[in-house]
């Protein structure tokens, strides 16, 4: 018996060795993760380090000084741009290296290497629309040119120098995870970054959708509600605004959209809230006398963040802000003389082409009256645990033709994205958008910015830009030019009529220079009035926030810093101002149990602001989406395969239209009007939070109801936030909702002293076991910003600057 008890203890143990170092995909061998000499106990970090450390490194030309503050900032100090760029690789490496490696996965379709086959549809889609082929054309342009050429091999050098000098123990936590090595940075890495970047802010699409409307509803209904310029509309560029340029030509619209805006054509998604807010005023406006400019990108929160702060300083520039890890340069920021913020323009810069082959084979299409030859270009998609997978794409003149047949989707594919249609995107042409980086981190005043603005392609973005004496905003990229709506619908690519006609001049991009009124602002609204001669898209982001910025800049005297960070943390909603009045005159009090009494209460004496304690905020957010749903969702169905109509478009009908035929339920016998709706709509929101959360009281919160979290960038359960209340929504300036809001918030006062704010919800460190891993969070969600530590030269003292590297050449 011993010996059979000794026998079975060692099949145990043999076969518990073998389960610690067999990796069960996607996760590693657990003993190998468990180690500790190697594991995940190697990334836990202490708060304390020592005060100085000398590293050498090959590839250095001389001597650079790293000062890092209180927050683990880095402060770079080189003599020369190669050094810079070179110490700005190797720092962002030491904090964000995995983050670096999985965004260019992302955008380069190589996410199955490392995860798997749930990664393929992914990898697949990626591939096929052009994210490889777009990245190349960019690496062309940046090569090109002399100075972003030197930046992107230096910061590539200044990464590969940290990966080399890597043990396995060494590796961030998720290599250990997924159990497998960072590779070698390449500079088209730093290209994938932008692909990326224009596919989160320029790749959504709702061609798709609104052609189904087109062929459902008539060219005349669809054009009634999608109309090109919104009920309630705050331009960018304020309505009468002069051009004082003469346009091209414009081009007329094409025989085949003539026909299928007539009804003739039988054919063969965007995200509300993706933007962000910035403005500068005057220094009329303001306490100082000098401007003060304001920016807080809207994206994805995560840990790590997406930016990451840091300050370069060489002969010739020193600027402050945050970077892209993976790229080069400061994106958002400012330096002694100037500085400037970007949101979205959504300029619709991709299209679909219905594309006639001449047969099965595909080796040519029509086009122009004359069968041409198609391209084809193979992609290997290398997959974790089975063999490679081969996609072969066609190239038309267009692009890419992202599925040919139905069976490419498989089964989890883009369903959006019609078989056989070419992908015509700004974001495959040849383009150097870290030029414009490279001479805004280094502009001095107006025409320095505008100079830097031509260099920028993809994606567009309301560039603000404020200096101790100017103010203004560009909305600014490569534009095509295009006659109006074109691109609103799936086009005929047999038409040459069809092709984009060019491109608008840079120069002719809208802009306004220090406006009357003393200040410019941007929240993703229109660019633009009617009187603006080219098509830059038929919709853009709701016009709330703009309103609500423009309102309060507009009324504030005396206006400093502080009373910046208080305006981008601002919770009022002109869509509930908008809106609410006309809901509520619709309701019956005596018609009203007690609990729907109490909610009309709510509503009736709310200050209209998304706290993180008001009631009424859900009561009313909840009440408007059933409105919506049952207005349209009996004609446009609830599948996302017809377009529904914008929030300024049911706004309108309920202001406007109350008898409008859209109200009227085509499901049921009787015929409902506006005032049948929205009391059905306040009776079944009412009802449905009782049901759910009680009686109206403390847990109808609307930070309770909708906490916010922010998870690690993979999801990675105990690698994110705990959940907590939060003021915001989308539809006020602080737009934050489901995982997605300000970013990075920034308050810069210029003068001749120029002072920066700042603060990101996170930390600079990407490990989850560092102190700098959330050590921001807190002054984040209180609304407070931190003083930005902008030194002056490597050798200024600061009691915050805790830890300094020296490199030098090996």
Partial sequence: MKIIKALFTVAITLLLIWALQTSFSPLPPLGKFLNPATGFWQNAESASTPNQVNLKLNGLHDEVTIRYDEHHIPHIFAKNEHDLYYAQGYVTATDRLW???????????????????????????HRRMGMVYGAENTLRGMMKDPQTNLAVKAYTEGINAYIHQLKPADYPIEFKLLNYAPEEWKPINCAFLLKQMSEVLAGGSDEMQLTSVLNKFGAAVTQDLFPDHNFKEEPIIQAGTKWNFKPLPIPQPSKSFTAQMSGNHKPASKVEGIGSNNWAVAGSKTASGYPILANDPHLDLTFPSIWYQIQLSAPGVNVYGVSLPGAPHVIIGYNNKISWGVTNVDADVLDWYQIKFKDASRQEYWYNNQWNKTSRRTEIIQVRGQQPITETVIYTHYGPVVYEDAAQKGKKGYANVPVGTALRWVAHEESNEFKAFYLLNRSQNYNDYRRALTYYSAPAQNFIFADAHDIAITPNGKFPLKFRDQGKFILDGTDAGNDWHGWIPANQNPTVKNPPRGFVSSANQSSTDATYPYYLNWTFGPYQRGK????????????????????QTDNYSIAAQDALPVLLKYIDLSKLDNNQKQAYELLQHWNKRYDAGSTAAVVFSNWWNNVNVMTWQDEFGDDGSLELPSRDRTLKL?????????????????????????????????????????????????????????????????????????????????????GHGPSWRMVVQLGPQVKGYGIFPGGESGN?????YTDMLQTWKDGRLDELLFLQSASETSGRIKFTLTLNKK
């Fill in 768 to 772: 989850p076991g560092s102190f700098y």
């Fill in 654 to 738: 309920l202001v406007k239209e109350p008898t409008s035929k859209w109200f009227d339920n085509i499901k049921t016998s009787n015929r409902e009007t506006c005032a049948d709706i929205v009391s059905y709509a306040f009776n079944k929101t009412v009802d449905e939070l009782v049901h759910q959360y009680g009686k109206p009281g403390p847990d109808w919160q609307w930070g309770k109801i909708h906490p916010t979290e922010i998870n690690h960038m993979a999801n990675l359960d105990g690698f994110g936030s705990d959940t907590f209340a939060a003021g915001g929504t989308g539809t006020a300036i602080n737009a934050l909702t489901d």
């Fill in 548 to 567: 609500r910025i423009n309102d309060r800049l507009a009324a504030m005297p005396q206006i400093t810093a502080d009373s910046m960070r208080l305006l």
């Fill in 99 to 125: 983050q670096m490696d999985i965004q260019t996965r992302n955008a380069s379709g190589r996410l199955a290497e490392v995860i798997g086959p749930k990664a393929l549809n992914v990898d697949r889609y």
